[in-house]
């Protein structure tokens, strides 16, 4: 059973992509699947720094307002949560 949860982490991987990597002023994020999900950026204390539905498979993040560093992307669907981190020079 582990084994087929591992498999359902790997498709939702693969089905997401948070890029460029390090980024300036934006960062995209791309879904096949993006109906009831949203993309919440925090800082690496815990805090949520911005939410945003994602309303199309490619979606702009602004991140022109946050500070040089590290911030964790988290995005929730209802098939699962994945979390990638973002460096922005």
Same mark, same amino acid.
């Given at each position: 059973?582990? $084994?087929? !949860? $591992?498999?359902?982490?790997?498709?939702?991987?693969? /089905?997401?992509?948070?890029?460029?990597? @390090?980024?300036?002023?934006?960062?995209?994020?791309?879904?096949?699947?993006?109906? &009831?999900?949203? /993309?919440?950026?925090?800082?690496?204390? $815990?805090?949520?720094?911005?939410?945003? @539905?994602?309303?199309?498979?490619?979606?702009?993040?602004?991140? &022109?307002?946050? /500070?040089? $560093?590290?911030?964790?992307?988290? !995005?929730?669907?209802?098939?699962?949560?994945?979390?990638?981190? /973002? !460096?922005?020079?």
């Amino acid at each position: 059973m582990c $084994g087929a !949860v $591992g498999l359902e982490e790997n498709s939702m991987e693969n /089905a997401i992509s948070v890029y460029p990597n @390090p980024c300036d002023e934006h960062l995209f994020v791309d879904i096949t699947d993006y109906e &009831n999900t949203a /993309a919440e950026i925090f800082n690496l204390q $815990g805090q949520l720094l911005q939410s945003i @539905p994602l309303q199309t498979f490619k979606t702009t993040l602004q991140i &022109n307002h946050l /500070a040089t $560093g590290m911030y964790l992307v988290q !995005v929730k669907s209802p098939k699962g949560m994945i979390v990638k981190k /973002a !460096v922005k020079n």
